[in-house]
């Protein structure tokens, strides 16, 4: 995960790195100064964003999710149950490999979005937290910092799985639609991790985040149609599969990316996207900025 405890410097009060108060020399109880320009907030959003990537750099183990799950799933999937689905699919193997790489994609976004919650979780309970609320930083800046960093990742988790993807024989014969999917995954994926976020400050920890995201994350991955077309499944789960914004981004960017209907799943996924970080956005910094 690339939430950790922090390096010994951070942000002081103009936005230049500084010593880090202990706990035992910097008081919880400073409040971010209201006369912090949007300037300065870039800057420190900046110098939190330097401070997760350099830890990244110290701990290169945290890219492990980003680099392997992306290898693992496309394996499996389809090497497991590419040929069955695929015959379903009107072809065989090769079929499936263009319908579930663009699932695929839908679904990095998730995961990196899980590994917000459990690190944010990790760096309240190590104290990290602490540190940056006794400074004069705007706390919008830390959260906005995290998101930044694991949208690089899911970007570096995406590249992966298109290299492992074309090794396996998916097609990329529509080049604009790939970078629109890319897009729209991260469009949704900074949608979810305000919601992560948000379970990483009000869960106890970050086993709790983990099992919350699992029980999440499970049914809406496979009541959806990222590995699997939902023709064949009950009629309750394809009820389900229909207002899962997991199936309206894997048919959206698998209509971009090898054709087919784009229109009505784009414009649900974009609401989605828009309603959750609307409504968690606001939720995740006031329950920051209140966590005692």
Not at 245 to 257: H, K, Q, T
């Amino acid at each position: 995960m690339s939430a950790h405890p922090s390096p010994t410097t951070t942000l002081a009060k103009g936005g230049s790195a500084a010593h880090l108060p202990s706990a035992a020399e910097a008081p919880l109880a400073v409040k971010a100064d209201p006369r912090i320009s949007p300037r300065a907030h870039l800057r420190h959003t900046g110098a939190l964003i330097r401070r997760n990537l350099l830890w990244i750099r110290q701990d290169p183990e945290s890219m492990f999710d980003a680099i392997l799950f992306p290898v693992i799933f496309t394996l499996l999937f389809v090497y497991v149950f590419g040929g069955s689905i695929g015959q379903s699919l009107g072809g065989g193997q090769e079929r499936y490999v263009q319908y579930v790489v663009p699932g695929l994609m839908a679904m990095m976004g998730m995961n990196m979005a899980q590994g917000v919650g459990t690190g944010f979780n990790t760096d309240f309970n190590s104290g990290v937290m602490d540190r940056f609320r006794s400074l004069p930083i705007g706390r919008g800046s830390v959260l906005f910092a995290k998101i930044a960093v694991e949208l690089m990742r899911m970007l570096i988790a995406t590249a992966v799985l298109m290299v492992v993807g074309v090794l396996v024989g998916f097609d990329i014969t529509n080049w604009p639609g790939l970078f629109a999917s890319v897009g729209l995954s991260v469009i949704f994926g900074s949608a979810l991790m305000w919601v992560f976020l948000t379970l990483g400050v009000i869960m106890k920890s970050a086993q709790s985040v983990q099992a919350m995201g699992f029980l999440v994350l499970m049914p809406l991955q496979f009541g959806s149609s990222i590995f699997a077309p939902t023709k064949s499944m009950p009629g309750w789960l394809q009820n389900f599969t229909e207002y899962n914004p997991l199936s309206s981004l894997a048919d959206a960017a698998r209509g971009l990316m090898v054709g087919g209907p784009v229109e009505h799943a784009l414009w649900v996924t974009l609401a989605w996207s828009l309603g959750l970080t609307a409504v968690m956005a606001p939720i995740a910094i006031h329950k920051f900025r209140t966590k005692s």
